[in-house]
């Protein structure tokens, strides 16, 4: 079973060398929400993002992870791993049903883990509770049974 521990504060104050992970769509954009903060503090990362997702269609990529080490050539960002959680197609207005999304996290969730040590931890927002509109507690859920250690952070 998951060990999901809560924090108060920012995500991009996780210690270096953490797997900062976040609920992501397939068109390659992180135009909003958090995502948003990835692209302005990961901008070589995004670039990597968007090319993976332009290689696939979204029915590909949907229930996977993509892992990307950060660089010394982002500001800040070197030691991070960025782990991009294919849950929705799209996001906003055309964001998937919440149980697509629920059922593509646990795909994803699973993905992630298989690239991971048995040591690292998953660092992590309140996934799909934003733009997604997923309610936490329903992500929350498919967390709990996993095994492996989750921090969230809280604003």
Known sequence: MSLIRYIK????NAPKGAVLTHSCNCQGSWGGGVAAIFHKKF??????????????????????????????SEPGGEGYKIACLFTSNGGGGGADPPAKIL?????A????????????????????????????????????????????YEV
Request: proline share 6%.
């Open 9 to 12: 504060g920012d995500l991009f």
């Open 109 to 152: 969730m699973h993905h992630l883990i298989t690239q991971l040590g048995p040591s690292e931890e998953i660092h992590m927002p309140k996934i799909n509770a934003g733009i997604f509109r997923v309610p936490w507690e329903d992500t929350e859920e498919v967390l709990k049974k996993l095994n492996k250690q989750i921090v969230v």
């Open 43 to 72: 901008p070589v990362s995004y670039e990597t993002y968007k090319k993976h997702c332009m290689q696939y269609n979204a029915e590909e990529l949907l229930g996977t992870c993509l892992v990307i080490p950060t660089s010394g």
């Open 103 to 107: 059922a593509n996290t646990d795909k």
